[in-house]
Structure formats: structure tokens, C-alpha cells
């Protein structure tokens, strides 16, 4: 049995599985790769990046990205990109390969305790609220609502949408019956709490149309309430809970991820009843954000299904500023990003109920608009074209978005639209944009140029930012990588140094790898990995099995790692023995000066003669 975090798992499940995938195909599900010598290399899926950092070695079957740090084995890689717990991974990669697995309750969860009761609270809160929308007169005003914005039985009960009475305390005591406790209902964002003491517990959402959110497993975390007739806020959505982060999910995800993939293309709705009404239509490719611009997290989860994406949001100045925003974050993810256009005073669920889906498809997402082209349109609403000095104001704004354009031929493309609507000069413009690209590139040049950041990784410039590490690092560094895929390099460092390595990382490594070799495993990075209990680790695993060595590293090159490793406390006292040299001299103590040489010619004597 291999321990890992959640319980233990049966080894030779976790070794059927790792063998019988290449990581290559499965990271090539989601990353585009290309090989580059022993390895393949693509943009990070974990992170923002214009320059492939992205490691896979299908030589060790790890992954490893020199900007963000993640890194693993296959099983990991399908942990962190579909959201799932260890045996979680274990077993879909298992039933995907048709390997048999045991008994479910032989495999131990880390859902098991309070994140597994707050998920049984929230699948039974789900339960309820459909149940009273569908069951009891209390639901009736707010089925009527549902029918009359046009969402049918079918869908109502693919959505499992629900309603929360106005009474304070339907749900607080349904599931108090059920035993849980109203701290445990309240961490899981179903109830609050007044500030009395005793505090008195009272149920979140009140006279609400219910939509369940859900993760990418199709598991309730949370809810968004609308509120059925006046009141405020119009929608009110769970709290962050250890479930429940609002700008990592999108509602709707877990059932349009299939459909995305295939049409390679999602479309992003503002609202709830937007992406009820499209799926109605037989659009089943929409998702939306949760009551918020879009965040970094929910961009990245949009890329991992597809690149291309459509923004289809209110015509209203609100929607049209959210659209805006939207695009710059999933351009920053590396998506080609469209910008639908709805007539005025619509949203996409009237479009939907008023047109039907045809119409929506030709006259809405047919007709969406390229970044640059609603960027541009985008300008104009905050500029009076009437008016000649805000007219050229207009025009200078849009040579800057002009500029930011890559593609020689789509900047040639838009001044030559700019020239005929405004009826100018396509010289004047090409000669007035051509200023203003120079005016950037100085600008960013002034700024030092191109720093590797958050928006822009590339291991190369990530590598000359970092300090360059000490000899006995560098040592500490190329033994630990040996002694992950060599056992007999792994024993000479144990009888030798034994556990005195001084970087923490390093010597915390060591340690497991020395109880590893010991139970019998064999020297290979992919398992050992699993077999580490700490996460924080991970990353320098991962590091450290993906550099290169030649195929035949001399003995000698080892035991001069192992003398500088050995060697590094006689080192640190040379150096205090010099620093103490200096302070004699300057204070002319010329007595100790002398008997600090010749201890310091000492310890030189042992650094030569120490094996």
C-alpha cells in the first residue's frame, strides 16, 4: 500500500494506472505540445504565459513548469486540471483504462469529515428547494415565474432549480433533522447568523428562485438566489466557503464542458437565465461568470476547454463594460475572444424567447465582433463624434488599440476602415499610428524592456531574475536529482552524509527518500512523488526529476558533490574565522590576526584532506 494524503491507496492500482498512460496524450488533451529535444513544451494551462514554459518528459513521465512551478506525475496533472481528489483521479484514469478497482469503500476519500458533510448538507438543500418549487403551494408563484419567463418543465429539472420560502428557518430545520449542525450549515454558506449572543441561525436565502452551482464534477458548492419581486439585492450568491471560491467556478461549466470541446468555442453569458435559455434553445456551449467580472481563474477555466470564446452579454453600458473587461482577461489566457452584439434593451434570454435560436445563432454569434472591431466601437460611446475635437481624441484612442495589433495585416485592415469612415487619409493614419507605436516602444524600453512577471513567463528571463545559487547548493541540488533516479547514488549519500543537508527542502526530500529506498520502492520519480506527504514539495520534486544529466555521470562527479555537500560546515566557520581576521586587523590586534591565520590554514588542511 502506497500512503498518500486521504488514506492508502493500493499500489498496484496507482502502478497500473501510471503505466498505462503516456503523460504526453493525456497533457496533450489540454495543452498543445511540441517537442523540443527529450522533451515537449507548451504554454502553461496553470497559469498566464506567452512563452512556452511548459515541461512534459514522456522519458520520466513527469511535468514540470519552469513559470509557475507546477508540476507532477499524470495522476497529478489530472488532479489539478479537472479539480479532483487523489482517488478521485485514481479512479477515473482506472475506469477510463478499464483497470479493475477495488470496492469503493476500500479506497479512503479526503472529502471524508466536514468538506463531505457540508457537500451531503448542500446536495440536500438542492433537493429541497426543487422539491417546494415543484411540490408545494410555496413554489407556485415562483414556478409561475419560471413559466412565464419561458423555462420549461425538462429544463427546470436538468437545472434542478429550486425556491426558498420567505420563512426564516424552512431549510435550518430540515436539515437539523437531518443532523448537522448550524455551525457546520453556516461554514457551508446555507445559513447566517445575527450578531446576539447566542448567536440565532437563520436560513441565507429567503424568497428566492434557487440555481445550484456546481463544480466540475457536477457537485453542488453553491447557489445564487434571484429574488421574486421587489427587493434587494436582485441576486444574491453563497458566500466563499472551503467549497465555494467564486472566481476559480462558472455556472453551468460542469454540463457545457462537453459540447465546448467539441465545437472548440464557449460563450460567455452575464446571467443565470441566459445560459437556461440558450441551453433551451439547443445552445449547450454557454457559461457565465457569478455575479462578478470575470476573474483570472474563471478565464483559465474557459481556455482549458476551448480557445476561441464569444461575450455575450447585456447591450446596456454595464454589460458592454464587462465585456470589456472580460475580453482583456481572456485574452491574457491566450483566447480568441469575439464580442457578440445585442440589439438595445435586450439581454440574451429575451433574444432567445422573442427570435429563437436561429436567429440567435445568425444574428448574434454569427455576427459577433473580432477584439480589435468592439474595442473600437467600444471607444465611441465615450467620445461626442459630432464635435471635432472629441472626434480626434476618438481617433487617437483607436490608433493606440490600432497599434496594439500584432498582425501587420490587421492593423492595415483597420486604419483602412478608420480612413473610410471618417473619410481621411490612409497615409496620415499609417504615418500617425506609426508615431504612436514608436512612442510605446520607447516607453517600454525606458521601462527596462520585457521583465519576466505574472503576465509574461518565460523560464529563460525567470532564471535571470533568481540569485544564482552557492557551490554547496548546486551540490545539495544535482544529489538530491541523482538520488531520486539512482538507488545506489542514494546509498553512497546516506553512508557519506547521512541527513546533513542545509537546505531545508533538500534535507526534507532526503528524509523521504531514505524511508522510500528502505521499504523496498524502486528509483522512480513518478511514484515517488505520490509517495511524498508534503505538497509544498511537490513543485521541488518535480524540479528536480526533470534536469537533464549525461547518460553516464562519473563516479567522480558524485563524490565531488558529496565532498562539497560534507565539506559545507568547515566553509561557514572559514568564512566567520575571515570575517574575525578583518575585525583584528582593523582594531590591530595583530597577535589574534596571526592566531586566526594559522587556524584558518588549519581548516583549509581539512577542506583538502577530507574525503
Not at 460567455?268 to 435559455?277: H, P, R, S, W
Not at 491574457?332 to 457578440?340: D, F, I, R, S
Not at 468592439?374 to 481617433?395: A, P, S
Request: charged share 30%; aromatic share 8%; net charge positive.
Amino acid at each position: 500500500m502506497v500512503s498518500v494524503k486521504g488514506g492508502p491507496i493500493p499500489e498496484e492500482v496507482i502502478d497500473r494506472v501510471r503505466e498505462h498512460y503516456d503523460i504526453v496524450d493525456v497533457v496533450g488533451r489540454y495543452v498543445q505540445l511540441k517537442k523540443s529535444g527529450r522533451n515537449f513544451f507548451g504554454l502553461c494551462p496553470f497559469h498566464s504565459e506567452k512563452t512556452p514554459s511548459f515541461s512534459v518528459s514522456p522519458e520520466k513521465q513527469m511535468y514540470y513548469c519552469f513559470g509557475c512551478g507546477a508540476g507532477g506525475n499524470v495522476i497529478k496533472f489530472v488532479m489539478e486540471m479537472e479539480q479532483l481528489s487523489f482517488v478521485e483521479a485514481v479512479r477515473r484514469l482506472a475506469e477510463e483504462a478499464s483497470i479493475p478497482l477495488p470496492r469503493s469503500g476500500m479506497l479512503s476519500d479526503p472529502e471524508d469529515g466536514p468538506r463531505k458533510r457540508m457537500r451531503e448538507a448542500l446536495d440536500w438543500a438542492c433537493r429541497l428547494y426543487h422539491h417546494i418549487l415543484l411540490n408545494t403551494d410555496q413554489g407556485r408563484a415562483a414556478f409561475r415565474y419560471l413559466q412565464d419567463r419561458g423555462v420549461s418543465m425538462e429544463t427546470i429539472k436538468e437545472f434542478r432549480l429550486g425556491f426558498a420560502p420567505s420563512s426564516g428557518n424552512v431549510l435550518l430545520r430540515f436539515l437539523r433533522r437531518k443532523g448537522f449542525s448550524e455551525k457546520l450549515l453556516e461554514e457551508a454558506g446555507l445559513v447566517s447568523s445575527s450578531d446576539s449572543d447566542p448567536p440565532r441561525f437563520f436560513d441565507r436565502f429567503r424568497g428566492r428562485v434557487m440555481f445550484p452551482i456546481h463544480d466540475s464534477q457536477g457537485r453542488v458548492i453553491a447557489f445564487g438566489g434571484r429574488i421574486l419581486g421587489d427587493g434587494q439585492p436582485k441576486y444574491l450568491n453563497s458566500p466563499e466557503t472551503p467549497l465555494f471560491h467564486k472566481g476559480q467556478h462558472l455556472f453551468n461549466l460542469h454540463r457545457a464542458r462537453r459540447a465546448i470541446r467539441k465545437e472548440r468555442q464557449a460563450v460567455l453569458f452575464e446571467g443565470y437565465m441566459d445560459v437556461i435559455a440558450a441551453w433551451q434553445a439547443g445552445i449547450q456551449t454557454g457559461v457565465a461568470s457569478l455575479g462578478t467580472s470575470l476573474s483570472e481563474g474563471q478565464a483559465r477555466a474557459i481556455r482549458l476547454c476551448a480557445e476561441n470564446v464569444v461575450i455575450c452579454y447585456d447591450a446596456d453600458d454595464a454589460g458592454q463594460a464587462a465585456a470589456d473587461r472580460g475580453l482583456e482577461m481572456l485574452k491574457g489566457q491566450g483566447c480568441l475572444v469575439k464580442v457578440a452584439q445585442m440589439p438595445p434593451g435586450m439581454d440574451p434570454d429575451d433574444f432567445l424567447r422573442k427570435r429563437g435560436a436561429e436567429a440567435f445563432r445568425e444574428e448574434v454569434l454569427a455576427e459577433a465582433l473580432p477584439l480589435p472591431a468592439f474595442k473600437l466601437e467600444y471607444l465611441k460611446k465615450g467620445f461626442n463624434l459630432q464635435d471635432e475635437g472629441e472626434r480626434m481624441k476618438y481617433l487617437t484612442r483607436a490608433l493606440e488599440v490600432i497599434s496594439d495589433l500584432s498582425l501587420a495585416i490587421e492593423r492595415d485592415h483597420y486604419l483602412r476602415r478608420l480612413a473610410d469612415e471618417f473619410r481621411l487619409s490612409l497615409d496620415a493614419l499609417k504615418q500617425e499610428q506609426q508615431r504612436i507605436w514608436r512612442r510605446k516602444k520607447e516607453k517600454k524600453r525606458d521601462k527596462g524592456g520585457a521583465k519576466w512577471n505574472t503576465e509574461y513567463h518565460d523560464a529563460k528571463h525567470m532564471v535571470a531574475q533568481r540569485r544564482r545559487p552557492s557551490a554547496h547548493e548546486e551540490a545539495e541540488r544535482q544529489l538530491v536529482a541523482l538520488m531520486m533516479r539512482d538507488r545506489n547514488v542514494a546509498e553512497r549519500v546516506r553512508e557519506t552524509v547521512g541527513a546533513e543537508f542545509h537546505v531545508e527542502e533538500y534535507a526534507a526530500i532526503v528524509a523521504y527518500l531514505y524511508a522510500y529506498y528502505a521499504e523496498g520502492h524502486p528509483a522512480d520519480p513518478s511514484r515517488f512523488i505520490h509517495y511524498v506527504k508534503d505538497e509544498r514539495l511537490m513543485s521541488c520534486i518535480s524540479q528536480l526529476a526533470m534536469m537533464d544529466f549525461p547518460d553516464s555521470l562519473s563516479d567522480e562527479g558524485v563524490e565531488d558533490c558529496i565532498r562539497t555537500v560534507r565539506n559545507y560546515p568547515l566553509y561557514m566557520e572559514m568564512e566567520s574565522v575571515k570575517r574575525q581576521i578583518e575585525q583584528a586587523e582593523r582594531a590591530g590586534d595583530i597577535a589574534k590576526a596571526v592566531r586566526l591565520g594559522a587556524e584558518l590554514y588549519r581548516l583549509k588542511k581539512r577542506v583538502q584532506v577530507r574525503p
